[in-house]
């Protein structure tokens, strides 16, 4: 059991949606959904050491990852057993407001999974016991909430519910858990329930995400059983794609491009690619490894970077021909951000991580020990000439702007 490493809050969420303005950072894995930032006039090494750090402030146990919008950070995390959504400014790093739900997940690894979604003047959290909270983004006010267990009947993955709100239109879409629908669609204004996923059984941990293939739009799931094509509208099931592996954990939501389907999982299982019209799948190859748990691939035109269990891999997009494989003893995890031709990385066991990451190599450049533990499994943010990194409790910044 312990060797589930909660595939969960770090769930891969990779889809189109129109980006956000300016540097925000409103969602998981960024504004376009591929853990990529545009900023310029970063370093590219850093002191002996490590960047120098500006401020630190507890935020509560958990797993969620920071996400940032007009010079404010946001945290969710568990404070006293009850989930906290947490305001800081990010210059400073002093608190805004802090508001609890009743809920929060204290089973095995205690805390926050989901990382919270911003979109206009709301932010949209989902806590580990199924709770989807919509609270004012000024002062954290609560506007509604929705017990998505309890209305669906289903109860939460064994691990608790990781599933990061994705928001396309109107509507928010989570996967659920056990014993209901799949996956669940709520209106974003009011939290009543829009529909419930024809397909019934086993949410797993991975974001919903939308795809535009055959000539519309898919929502896809990656549930515990398996990918599942849904209707954006109905949640009807469009297909099903068996794949199976270990406590049902699917935590690394699919990559698709071109007509193309990519899907990979740990424990063992590894990943494939398969030829997909929106309609049917048809396996091209499939592989041990890359096996993936919780990290996001990274598709940048014919390359495709892949962690697995410690390692990084490049692959080339689509025929899967490996093209390096780096041990960068990143453990089960290994977030990242993806800065120009580097990328931010954070490991299990608290190191953080400047590495040079292109077709042609994965070469580490500067390295500083943060946190101690084994399961720093949140994503650092690249924000505004700074990085903030969660660790097992608190929320540190760092200074990596060039002089």
Known sequence: MKAFTLALALL????????????????????????????KGLLDQWPEGGPKELWRQPVGLGYASPVAVEGMVYMFGTIDGKDTLTCLKADDGKLVWSQKSPGGYTGDHPGTRATPTIEGNRIYTFGGQGDLICRNLADGREIWTRDVMK????????????????????????????????????????????????????????????????GGRQMLAFGGKGVVGMDPSSG??????????????????????????????GYGRGCALFKFDGKTTEKLWEKKEPHDRMVPPL???????????????????????????????????????RTGDKMVLMSDSGALMLVQVTPQECKPISKVQLFKGSENWSSPLVYRGRIYVKGPGELVCFDIKTP
């Open 151 to 214: 209305a669906t009947g289903g109860k939460p993955p064994m691990w608790g519910s990781a599933s990061c709100p994705t928001i396309v239109g109107e509507l928010i879409y989570v996967q659920v858990g056990e014993g209901g629908p799949v996956a669940v669609a709520v209106n974003k204004k009011d939290g009543t329930i829009a529909w419930q996923s024809e397909e019934k059984g086993k949410g797993s941990y991975a974001a919903v995400v939308p795809v535009d293939v055959g």
């Open 12 to 39: 891969a969420c990779v889809w189109n949606i129109v980006p956000a303005a300016d540097d925000n950072w409103p969602r998981w894995c960024g504004p376009r959904g591929d853990c990529t930032t545009t900023q």
């Open 299 to 337: 598709l940048e035109g014919e390359y495709l970077y892949v962690a697995s269990e410690g390692s990084f891999l490049c692959l080339h997009w689509p025929d899967g021909q490996e093209l390096w494989k780096v041990d960068l003893k990143l453990g089960l995890g290994g977030q990242y951000v």
């Open 236 to 265: 009807k099931t469009l297909w099903v794609q068996p794949w199976t592996t270990q406590y049902d954990i699917n935590a690394v939501s699919p990559v698709y491009r071109d007509g193309h389907l990519f899907i990979t999982s």
